[in-house]
C-alpha cells in the first residue's frame, strides 16, 4: 500500500455498521486525521479486540468513549 504523503486524511464520520474491522481501521485512521474523527457504534470493537482502546491509550493515542 502506497500513500500520499501530500494528502493528509481530513476528519470523519464513520458508521461501523456493526463491523469491528471496520470500527478499529476507522480509529487508527482517525489518529492521521487533521481533527476529530468519530465512529459510531463502535461497541462492536470488543467482539475481536476488547482492550483496543487502551491498547492506543498505552500507545498515546487521545481517545475517548461515550
Known amino acids: 500500500v502506497e500513500g500520499q504523503p501530500e494528502g493528509r486524511l481530513k ?9 469491528h474491522r471496520i470500527a478499529m481501521s476507522a480509529a487508527v485512521l482517525g489518529l492521521l486525521a487533521d481533527g476529530e ?7 462492536c470493537i470488543a467482539t475481536s ?3 483496543f482502546v487502551g491498547t492506543l491509550r498505552a500507545l498515546g493515542a487521545r481517545i475517548e468513549e461515550e
Do not use: L, N
Request: proline fraction near 11%.
Open 49 to 51: 479486540f476488547p482492550r
Open 11 to 19: 476528519p470523519a464520520v464513520v458508521t461501523s455498521q456493526g463491523d
Open 37 to 43: 474523527t468519530r465512529i459510531e457504534d463502535a461497541d
